[in-house]
């Protein structure tokens, strides 16, 4: 974990609520075993984020799965959008070419 992630985006509650219904159709991308998040599978997040921006990842059998789907987003540099049971779902903006908008309110 030596890279400096880039800052997790704050996203508002409605901004989140639209990013897990997004995320209901789509598959983990990415498992972790029971030798938790290495090197190796970090890296395979950070590809998964950079290529797809919102993704679902599946946790064998954390200890703590709260601690560790906070500590995977702070790591990569994602917004945490929800965690359904063993299931944590990631979102991180592509700096160059976004593909997902998110939805804002008059004001914001």
């Known amino acids: ?10 996203l ?8 897990r219904a997004l995320a209901q159709r789509l598959d983990p991308v990415v498992w972790v075993g029971d030798d938790g998040f290495s090197e190796g599978v970090l890296r395979a997040l950070r590809e998964a984020l950079a290529a797809h921006e919102l993704v679902k990842v599946r946790m ?3 200890a703590d799965k ?3 789907a906070a500590e995977v987003a ?3 540099g994602a917004a945490l959008v929800g965690l359904i049971g063993h299931t ?3 979102y991180r903006r592509h700096p160059d070419e976004p593909k997902l908008e998110l939805p804002t309110r008059a004001g914001d």
């Open 1 to 10: 974990m030596s890279d400096s992630p880039p800052a997790s985006p704050e």
């Open 12 to 19: 508002a509650g409605f901004q989140k609520r639209y990013l």
């Open 60 to 62: 064998r059998s954390p």
């Open 66 to 68: 709260r601690a560790a």
């Open 74 to 76: 702070q790591v990569t």
């Open 88 to 90: 944590v779902i990631l």
